[in-house]
């Protein structure tokens, strides 16, 4: 970072943990960072939306503890399960707060007055809520990664924090048209790596908030049955058979449709009806959560709906 520093440089963005490795900065490192930072006449920004859920102990502290002069960037939609709301807080100098007021009033004007009575009672219950969310995270994180760690050559790390599996099957380059088929022939979905950026491409992000972790836990056995790395897309691979999204999944390479099939009668044993969830909504103990079956819409431009399993992000 010090090296890259140039006259046109006037803070630095960081995020711990990190979306979609899941990842967090030691402590230790972040106020390395910051005393570099400052020392140059800059600002540190860091992205804590995913603080909260920190499963390492030696994690979870905000940077705001290393000064003052840190701008730390939060959420609700993380810990509250609002995602989609689009409320979050800044914490931030004094002498920022005018300039920040003014960026807000032209880009968003404010937060409608419902969604901020709803981060008030968030706000209120947090002691109550946030530590079953760590604890049903954790626990889902735990149950799919038993999985996922049994298929040979799986490239994945275990996340520190945050929501997501990011992992990479071996062979797997195009990570959008693999994306893809898990949609179209077996009602999973999986965000491709390079969604993120182009260092990201041959990835796979997987979203583990469920709310039925033996349910999560028998979609990453039957993943993992399924011979992934014959389903994988490779880069010079010209199959375009990705399927129609709402049709009853396909027989794919490792016969990935039938085993998928086999998930869904066994989340069917242990939960009721199906329910439509968008993105990583899928968190809440109120709800259960069907089989996918044919009846999962894929859209790009909207980011796509999901019966069951997973998320889509477009």
Not at 108 to 120: H, I, L
Not at 220 to 245: C, I, L, N, P
Not at 250 to 267: K, P, S
Not at 268 to 291: M, N, T, W, Y
Request: proline share 4%.
């Amino acid at each position: 970072m010090a090296a890259h520093w140039n006259a046109h440089t006037r803070g630095v963005l960081l995020a711990s943990p990190s979306n979609p490795t899941g990842t967090s900065i030691a402590f230790d490192e972040l106020k390395r960072i910051h005393h570099i930072v400052s020392a140059k006449g800059g600002i540190t920004m860091v992205d804590e939306i995913y603080l909260g859920l920190s499963y390492d102990a030696s994690f979870g502290q905000t940077a705001l503890a290393i000064d003052d002069n840190i701008i730390s960037i939060n959420s609700f939609s993380k810990y509250f399960n609002m995602t989609g709301w689009r409320l979050g807080w800044l914490v931030m100098p004094v002498d920022m707060t005018e300039h920040m007021g003014k960026l807000i009033e032209f880009n968003t004007s404010c937060a409608s007055v419902f969604v901020q009575r709803a981060g008030v009672a968030a706000m209120q219950r947090a002691g109550d809520i946030v530590p079953q969310v760590v604890m049903q995270m954790q626990a889902c994180r735990d149950r799919l990664f038993v999985e996922l760690g049994s298929i040979p050559g799986l490239d994945l790390a275990v996340p520190d924090g945050g929501m997501y599996a990011f992992f990479r099957i071996p062979g797997l380059t195009d990570d959008v048209k693999t994306a893809k088929r898990l949609v179209a022939e077996a009602g999973l979905g999986l965000a491709p790596g390079s969604a993120f950026s182009p260092e990201a491409r041959g990835w796979l992000r997987w979203c583990f908030a469920f709310s039925d972790g033996a349910a999560l836990g028998a979609v990453g056995e039957a993943f993992g049955s399924a011979q992934v790395e014959d389903f994988a897309v490779g880069a010079h691979d010209d199959r375009d058979d990705v399927g129609v999204a709402g049709q009853p999944p396909q027989r794919g390479h490792g016969d990935l449709g039938a085993v998928m099939e086999f998930a869904h009668r066994r989340i069917a044993q242990a939960a009721g009806e199906g329910v439509e969830v968008d993105e990583c909504q899928q968190l809440d103990p109120a709800r259960s959560f069907g089989p996918v079956g044919g009846g999962g819409e894929f859209d790009e431009g909207t980011g796509g709906k999901l019966s069951a399993v997973g998320v889509v992000v477009g």
